[in-house]
């Protein structure tokens, strides 16, 4: 028997029973539009944590004042700064260190003619781009020189430039920051949101001396409230923390059995962890949609044995004018795997569409990837196949005169 | 003479039931030339159908030799066994057995399906074959929408389709009235005598068996008679 005419009976019977066709259907509609669906939910949170990761910079340690316990930071870490822009340096000195930013944050109001936006004021040197890998867009970045005169000099994130400036060029300019006046001299290219959502281009750069002495003040002249610390290699992340540990212990002069007055977090770690945490969120959604990939499957299965008890005699006759088991075998076989086929296209298109649709209006990242469809569609054959298998075999054993006498 | 289209020797079939073995056919011998027409008669139980359904390789003997041109059928498996109902024989069952889905011109052709023959010969050839029984306009017509006797002749001529050697009827007029039944035996009897086609018939009436030329009795699962019938005679 020639597969098209294989194709054209198997086709044949299923329109015969529209209705029922059309539900077994559903099954597999509901089953890969869930797993296209969840694929793309998952996709979408694991893009924006790699993203994120990627906007953060690489082999990263944030140093924070006070210690920490084995539960988490002390009550009070922080509040008493005993970092300082020394101890910054005598890092920056250390081997296995790549660069260091000193940082005194802080907010402030921003203000350009009518235009005013009050922004995350960052004081830092000029290692903050290496250490964050943060190109600047145009412009320059402030010198060791203008950190030791404390220069009034700014770099913008493209948010507080969209909102200062609109559309017009800021470089050279002067901005009042909490009234003073600034001159812009660079800007940062865009970052994107960070790992725990907030929008990092919404941030200005000055050096760390005039945050301190100027912009903000200090109770505690001369410190920071942490480092950002890069470390030459991932391989070196563990020397670049004992050797930090030790030199801060020796400088703050802390006796041996005494806790750290400061804290190491290795911030490339927790990256790892948050994007780790991204791809189980995404496996997981997969293996739940899956169940109703496997549930839609039984559905065919179900069906398609009613469908073989009901068609006995039909089978006894095709059997008597010539069909081989084989035929038989073959055209319930293809009747459950076009069901699939047909049900997980028509789901495919449904996941794709939802997942627009959430898209647009839940304002979520989904990420319909080309791959998971080819799965779902994959995966669904070999469900029909899978679950038509055991039906079609029944038909294609039954002997003919039994087939004929059936009632 | 030339050589027998069926030969069958000792021919046995059991059915194994709950109640033990039934011998429902117990040594048949029967020799069926080329261009017969055998009508089978016998009363009820007595292995007529048993009979039948072996004669069209639906069903295999449990002991005994079954010589279909020339060829022992007996042992063979199932998938040859359908290769030669494919090719070779053709049935008229007495319920008709239409596919209820599909129109008559495709219930003639689906014996061409499973031959390989391709769709557009497929149809003409469905077609000649309607127009030969009388139903060249009926051809769009599902089984629902045809009498008893129109649907058994749409049966006949899907059992001609594949041109077979042996055609076999088990009570074809079964379910027909009088009328009708003429209708059907002489489109039998017209085939068996213009086109040479090999025909036994099982039948429980006489003027039935009258059509064929030969006619073969069965009692017990045995031949009972074997005698010239009024078809034969001139
Ligand atoms: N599938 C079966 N299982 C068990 N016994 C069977 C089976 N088919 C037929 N028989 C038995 O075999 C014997 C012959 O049956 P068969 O159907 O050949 O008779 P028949 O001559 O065609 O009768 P009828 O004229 O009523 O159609 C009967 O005794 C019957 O009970
Ligand atoms: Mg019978």
Redesign the interface.
């Known amino acids: 028997m020639k597969l098209d005419d294989l194709a054209g009976e198997a086709w044949r019977a299923l329109g015969a029973n529209r209705l029922r066709s059309a539900l077994t259907m559903l099954g597999m509609v509901i089953g890969v539009g869930a797993v296209v669906l969840m694929l793309a939910i998952g996709a979408g949170a694991q893009y924006m944590v790699n993203r994120a990761i990627a906007s953060m910079g690489t082999n990263l340690f944030i140093v924070l004042s006070g210690a920490s316990t084995s539960g988490g930071l002390r009550f009070g870490a922080g509040t008493t700064p005993t970092l300082t822009l020394d101890d910054a340096e005598a890092i920056g000195e250390l081997p296995t260190v790549a660069a260091v930013a000193p940082i005194a944050p802080g907010t402030a109001q921003f203000v350009y003619g009518a235009s005013n936006w009050s922004t995350l004021v960052r004081g830092t040197t000029p290692g903050y781009l290496k250490v964050r890998d943060w190109p600047l867009a145009e412009g320059r970045m402030f010198t060791r020189a203008e950190v030791r005169s404390s220069a009034r000099v700014v770099i913008l994130g493209q948010t507080v430039i969209e909102n200062l400036f609109g559309g017009a060029d800021p470089l050279g300019r002067v901005v009042r920051i909490n009234s003073s006046p600034y001159t812009v001299i660079g800007t940062l290219a865009p970052k994107g949101q960070s790992l725990d959502g907030r929008d990092q281009d919404d941030v200005a750069i000055i050096p760390v001396t005039t945050a301190q002495r100027q912009l903000f003040g200090s109770r505690f002249p001369g410190t920071v409230r942490y480092l950002l610390v890069q470390a030459r290699s991932p391989k070196l992340m563990q020397r670049a923390r004992r050797q930090m540990e030790a030199l801060l212990r020796q400088r703050h002069r802390i006796p041996a059995g005494q806790p750290d007055d400061f804290t190491i977090r290795n911030l490339t770690a927790l990256a790892q962890t948050a994007s780790r945490t991204a791809r189980v969120l995404s496996i997981m959604l997969g293996a739940i949609a899956s169940i109703s990939l496997l549930v839609g499957g039984i559905g065919i299965m179900n069906i398609m044995l009613v469908s073989v008890t009901e068609r006995t005699r039909e089978i006894g006759i095709r059997m008597a004018v010539g069909a081989r088991s084989r035929d038989v075998l073959l055209q319930f076989l293809l009747e459950a795997v076009i069901l699939s086929i047909l049900g997980s296209l028509v789901g495919a298109a449904l996941g794709v569409g939802i997942a627009w649709l959430v898209s647009e209006l839940v304002a979520m990242t989904v990420v319909v990837t080309l791959w998971s469809i080819v799965l779902a569609v994959v995966v669904a054959a070999a469900i029909g196949i899978f679950f038509g298998w055991y039906p079609a075999r029944r038909a294609a054993r039954l002997r003919p005169i039994e087939a004929l006498r059936y009632e | 003479m030339t050589a027998p289209l069926i030969r069958i020797e000792d021919l046995h079939k059991d059915y194994v039931t709950g109640a033990g073995r039934v011998p429902a056919l117990d040594g048949i011998d029967l020799e069926i030339g080329a261009g017969e027409f055998v009508a089978i008669m016998g009363p009820s139980g007595s292995g007529k159908s048993t009979f039948m359904?072996i004669l069209?390789c639906?069903?295999s003997p449990t002991r005994g030799r079954y010589l279909f041109a020339g060829e022992d059928v007996a042992g063979l498996d199932?998938?040859r066994l359908?290769?030669v109902?494919?090719?070779a024989i053709g049935?008229v069952?007495q319920g008709f057995?239409?596919?209820a889905?599909?129109d008559a011109l495709d219930n003639v052709a689906?014996?061409l399906?499973?031959?390989?023959v391709a769709?557009a010969s497929r149809r003409r050839r469905a077609a000649e074959l309607l127009e030969r029984v009388g139903l060249g306009r009926h051809a769009h017509h599902r089984p629902a929408q045809l009498s008893g006797g129109q649907q058994q002749r749409v049966a006949i001529a899907?059992a001609l389709v594949?041109a077979p050697r042996l055609v076999l009827a088990d009570e074809p007029t079964g379910n027909l009235d009088t009328h009708t039944s003429v209708e059907i035996m002489r489109i039998f009897a017209e085939l068996n005598r213009e086109q040479g086609l090999t025909l036994v018939l099982v039948t429980h009436e006489a003027d039935i068996a009258g059509y064929a030329r030969r006619l073969v009795r069965f009692r017990d699962g045995r031949i009972a008679g074997d005698e010239v019938a009024g078809g034969g005679a001139p």
């Open positions: 359904n069209g639906l069903d199932a998938d359908a290769a109902r494919s090719g049935f069952f057995n239409l596919l889905r599909m689906l014996p399906v499973y031959a390989g769709r899907r594949n």
